[in-house]
């Protein structure tokens, strides 16, 4: 899967843990926080 069939998919709901955050005009997946502070996506 390229980076643009994983936007869609996660903009169709298909990857719940994850969002798209707008960088330089691109949207770039990102994992969701998950109130978890002893790992990364705290």
């Given at each position: 899967m390229n980076k643009t069939?994983?936007?869609?998919?996660i903009k169709n709901g298909?990857?719940?843990?994850?969002e798209l955050?707008?960088?330089g005009g691109d949207e770039?997946?990102?994992s969701?926080?998950?109130g978890v502070?002893?790992?990364?996506?705290?």
């Open positions: 069939e994983f936007v869609a998919s298909d990857y719940p843990n994850y955050r707008v960088i770039i997946p990102a969701k926080k998950d502070t002893t790992d990364n996506l705290g």
